[in-house]
């Protein structure tokens, strides 16, 4: 749910998610790999998007340390 301006901070980027693994895979045609750690999705590929203010519909997503820290110093 976008809630506007007044709601900021509290969107859902899966490049914020505590879940994601970025690696590289040499394997791959693009060897940037954006991995899921999560129990349920054993390291398949994150769902994303990762395009700029698109956020994910993962019902997995929890933020990450980073985030949480960011959102802490809006307060
Ligand atoms: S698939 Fe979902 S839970 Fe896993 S890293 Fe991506 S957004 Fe996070």
Partial sequence: ?????TDRG???YAIDCKHLKRTID??????YAML????????????GPFLE???TECGLWEPNTELV???KNRL
């Fill in 1 to 5: 749910m976008n809630l506007g301006s």
């Fill in 10 to 12: 509290a969107e859902k």
């Fill in 26 to 31: 040499r394997e791959r045609p693009d060897p």
């Fill in 36 to 47: 899921c750690t999560h129990i349920v999705r054993d390291d398949k590929d994150c769902v």
């Fill in 53 to 55: 203010d698109l956020e």
């Fill in 69 to 71: 820290n960011r959102q």
